[in-house]
């Protein structure tokens, strides 16, 4: 199977990233590389197996529902790229 | 005598206990060394050298005071760029956080911390963790210690060469898929991946959350032992580090391994090793069985497929993590007009080549149409994976296998074909997919002189008997004793 052009796009706007199109021409054919040697999984029959997406072997650890966490004051917005006094500077998002 | 720098980290900890050495003496010995030879291994991104000294001096105070500095006391060691530090930058090797000052200690930047140890700075690492060379750093060339021409391996290549090289006593490193332990073996130091779950990942920047885990580099198992012991344990801001009590690793590291039934993948002795490789791996495993060991020939049939099974797990969730990077809040910001184009020129500057393409694959591989044949599928044979290893430890206790197929390769080397360099971790990475502890100890050396290692999988939370058996390797030999000549 081949990654066409037009899947690398789709795949670049799903991630937020912009490619620069001699980018998007070597990211196509290192996919389709990678892709193909990976296709060796399709040999095996996993239809009865379940799929293992976690191995922890103990379940959700719960502590007492109280407040833990100090008040947060300037530390979120010191590594702030753009800052307007208490909040975060950002382009305009409504028209 | 040994010059302060060589000490193991154990010595140079009891030392100040018994203030025949100063906590600044060790400082300013480590300080002095990566002066000396940072020029030529570039390890550090950041040294700490006045927080280093300030800590060393409060660590001096409180052993004049009567009080214990802790079982780390006093001495230097050196932390991954992917783990936060208050106050210090943490980059995770990106330009995308060139500039990142957190706020807070990872937890376990914290327990060594507490544990006495002192930070001398922040070692370099392929960025975000991506890679098996460090040569995917956007903010420095690490080289191996023991031939500037080679890479020291990755991720966490400046924690192996640091270490190697005698600027720190010990370092943290994080694995994914072998980022501590392919370093460890081409820098001829002790790794450890701990299991999934036995060390806390609070603040440790996030590659893939399933996989990730921080472990030791050190220069013995005792040392890397004593590091296990600082950083491990249940962790409330984490709910994946596991509530089982932490053992005292260094208690049990002198009972030998007569008797112990040691397991040999016949997958892990593949065509095309490096001879040298598989010949010092051999030679290692005959030690043991000299030592009392039982070898049992074992398989672990799905290993062939490890390699691909990793890369779409690792990589969905490094797109999905790396969502994070979006130039609003932290990191770089690239302005534009709209927000839509400030997120895709951010992480378009941010990124390197090896991230995007991580971000593309992993992207790809969760998008409409694609997922069952891609994830869903490598999620189901990360099962089959794992019931090898469970299927593998009902005949012994741990097994005993090569760590990479070959020795430290040239800087440049792999580069330019990322399936050549994803297959470095090919006798790594299902160790991470089925969550085990991993230890690495130096087995050997090639003809070029270059550090070949030795890795011993555990059951999970079996921490103990893998460096049991590291620790009764090292008592038989010398290898770890070994330094490069930098």
Request: proline share 6%; with cysteine; glycine share 10%.
């Amino acid at each position: 199977m081949a990654i066409t052009r037009e899947e690398v796009w789709r795949v670049a706007a799903l991630a937020r990233l912009r490619l620069a199109p001699e980018e998007a021409e070597r990211l196509a054919g290192d996919l389709d590389h990678i892709l193909e040697a990976f296709a060796r999984l399709s040999a095996l029959d996993t239809r009865a197996v379940e799929p293992t997406a976690h191995v922890e072997d103990f379940g959700a650890l719960l502590r007492p529902d109280s407040v833990e966490n100090p008040p947060a004051g300037d530390e979120p917005l010191t590594n702030a790229p753009a800052r307007d006094g208490r909040f975060f500077r950002v382009p305009k998002i409504l028209e | 005598m040994t010059a302060l720098h060589e000490l193991s980290l154990r010595e140079a900890a009891a030392r100040v206990r018994r203030r025949e050495t100063s906590s600044v003496e060790l400082v300013r010995a480590a300080l002095a060394r990566i002066a000396a030879v940072e020029p030529a291994v570039g390890a550090f991104l950041t040294v700490t050298e006045a927080e280093a000294l300030a800590a060393a001096e409060a660590i001096d105070r409180r052993v004049a005071a009567g009080e214990d500095p802790g079982p780390l006391g006093g001495v230097p060691v050196g932390i991954k760029d992917m783990i936060c530090t208050a106050g210090i930058r943490t980059t995770a090797g990106s330009r995308i956080l060139e500039r990142f000052v957190p706020s807070y200690d990872a937890t376990v930047t914290a327990r060594l911390k507490r544990a006495g140890a002192v930070v001398v700075g922040k070692l370099n690492c392929d960025e975000f963790a991506m890679g098996s060379s460090t040569e995917n750093s956007a903010l420095g060339t690490t080289r191996n210690p023991w031939d500037g021409s080679r890479v020291p391996g990755g991720s966490s290549g400046g924690s192996g060469a640091a270490v190697a090289a005698g600027e720190c006593h010990a370092a943290l490193g994080t694995d994914t898929g072998g980022s501590v332990r392919l370093p460890a073996a081409f820098c001829g130091v002790v790794g450890l991946k701990p299991t999934y779950g036995r060390v806390s990942r609070y603040g440790v920047i996030a590659y893939a959350s399933s996989l990730d885990q921080v472990g030791p580099l050190a220069r013995d198992v005792a040392d890397a032992a004593l590091v296990l012991e600082a950083i491990a344990g249940h962790d409330a801001a984490d709910s994946t580090a596991s509530p089982r009590p932490v053992p005292s690793y260094s208690a049990v590291l002198e009972q030998g391994v007569r008797g112990l039934r040691l397991g040999l993948p016949r997958e892990y002795f593949v065509e095309g090793m490096q001879p040298e490789v598989e010949a010092g791996v051999r030679a290692a495993v005959r030690e043991l069985e000299r030592l009392g060991a039982v070898i049992e020939p074992v398989s672990l049939p799905h290993t062939e497929y490890a390699i691909a099974t990793y890369y779409l797990i690792a990589t969905a969730e490094a797109s999905s993590n790396l969502a994070r990077y979006d130039g609003i809040r932290y990191g770089l910001r690239i302005p534009a007009d709209s927000l839509g184009a400030m997120y895709e020129t951010s992480r378009a500057a941010g990124f390197g080549t090896e991230v995007k393409r991580r971000i593309m694959l992993g992207t790809y591989a969760l998008s409409a149409g694609y997922y069952d044949a891609y994830y869903l599928k490598a999620q189901q044979v990360r099962t089959l994976i794992r019931r090898d290893f469970e299927q593998a430890f009902q005949h012994c206790e741990a097994l005993v296998t090569p760590v990479a197929p070959t020795t430290a390769f040239r800087l440049g080397e792999k580069v330019a074909d990322p399936l050549t360099m994803y297959l470095s971790d090919i006798f790594t990475i299902s160790v991470n997919l089925a969550g085990l502890p991993g230890l690495v100890v130096p087995c050997g050396f090639d003809t070029a002189g270059l550090p070949i290692g030795l890795q011993v999988i555990g059951r999970p939370f079996d921490e103990e008997t893998v460096l049991r058996v590291g620790a009764a390797y090292e008592r038989a030999t010398e290898w770890h004793r070994r330094r490069p000549g930098i």
